[in-house]
């Protein structure tokens, strides 16, 4: 089944950034989308961004647009989610995990990303912001 795994998170106060890494495989990249959500203590996931890095296309939920970006790296087999301007809401576990597709829909909020996730989300790691 497959499963990708995540890296970068940490403790950072509010305003600060973070980088988030999504370790799959060139082939991945080149053949699924890729999906970050995050899910707080107490509340149900949410997927916060998507990209077809083989289409080029990109989305994000309207809690994180303008302050994150997606971007993935095929070579590397890697995707990543850079965090800026971080605000204390956005504690949480953040996950990643293939798609079949990447399109609004994913992130208009919900669980309508795990519904076209292709194996099963990663272990996640830990964001907090926090002063």
């Known amino acids: 089944q497959m499963q990708l795994v995540e890296s970068g998170g940490g403790l950072v106060q509010p305003g600060g950034s973070l980088r988030l890494s999504c370790a799959a495989s060139?082939?991945?990249?080149?053949?699924?989308?890729i999906g970050w959500s995050r899910q707080a203590p107490g509340k149900e996931r949410e997927g916060i961004s998507c990209?077809?890095?083989?289409?080029?296309?990109?989305n994000y939920a309207n809690s994180v647009k303008g302050r994150f970006t997606i971007s993935g790296d095929i070579a590397r087999g890697t995707v990543y989610l850079q965090m800026n301007s971080l605000k204390p809401e956005d504690t949480a576990i953040y996950y990643c995990?293939?798609?079949?597709?990447?399109?609004?829909?994913?992130?208009?909020?919900?669980?309508?990303?795990?519904?076209?996730?292709?194996?099963?989300w990663g272990q996640g790691t830990q964001v907090t912001v926090s002063s």
């Open positions: 995990a293939a798609l079949t597709f990447c399109s609004p829909a994913l992130t208009g909020g919900g669980s309508t990303m795990s519904q076209v996730v292709f194996g099963s």
């Open positions: 060139p082939f991945t990249l080149s053949n699924y989308a």
């Open positions: 990209i077809s890095t083989s289409g080029g296309s990109t």
